[in-house]
């Protein structure tokens, strides 16, 4: 009976901290292996290309932020308008962890990654839209907003609002600049508000 170890869970765990950190195309297999204490055979076991550990590493975290800020966040018991702003404050609460542009961090290597990698990212993001685009078209339906609220416009736009939000509060290591994403981002649906 083989003998089950950790290795393929500790390369995948360092990965993702590396990626994170320095970005996809900064970070080489060797330096994954050396923060793993894994061997290029173990590797080649588990993953057959760095392209390949990429891709698992967005499954990875894409799992870790559905089962954690994105079903609470957005669950049926929450009022469909306050889930946008509960996703927010968990992000900022929690600190949701800056890895939370870890997407983005993908995106941004976009002109150097491989159409693999740059899909799963999207795919990624995708998830986090339909979320903010099925609370708006909730509360279109609950006529909390005028039936020509953009639903899929508006969740776009707040993506994008928390995803900036946690690139600048990376970039300029101040998290205080989440302080105020949950306040302002009710602007964003505002002017459909019945």
């Not at 083989?2 to 060797?30: F, H, N, Q, W």
């Not at 932020?65 to 469909?80: K, M, N, Q, S, T």
């Not at 970039?171 to 964003?188: A, H, K, W, Y």
Request: proline content about 5%; overall charge negative.
């Amino acid at each position: 009976m083989p003998r089950k170890t950790d290795t393929k869970e500790r390369i995948l765990t360092e990965a993702m901290a590396l990626i994170r950190d320095r970005g996809y195309c900064s970070v080489g297999v060797d330096d994954i292996l050396k923060a793993a204490n894994a061997g290029k055979s173990s590797f080649y076991h588990f993953f057959e290309s760095k392209e390949a550990l990429g891709a698992a590493v967005l499954d990875a975290y894409s799992r870790m932020a559905d089962e954690g800020i994105l079903r609470r966040a957005f669950a049926f018991d929450v009022p469909p308008l306050e889930r946008p702003l509960r996703f927010a404050e968990m992000i900022r609460a929690e600190g949701a962890p800056l890895e939370g542009v870890f997407a983005g961090l993908f995106a941004s290597d976009n002109g150097h990654v491989s159409e693999v990698i740059r899909s799963k990212a999207v795919e990624m993001i995708e998830r986090v839209v339909a979320q903010f685009e099925r609370a708006f078209v909730e509360a279109v339906a609950r006529m909390e907003l005028y039936p020509d609220a953009p639903s899929r416009r508006l969740a776009q736009a707040c993506v994008c609002y928390c995803e900036g939000a946690l690139l600048m509060a990376r970039l300029t290591e101040n998290r205080e600049i989440l302080d105020q994403v949950s306040p302002l981002m009710r602007g964003i649906w505002k002017p459909y508000l019945v």
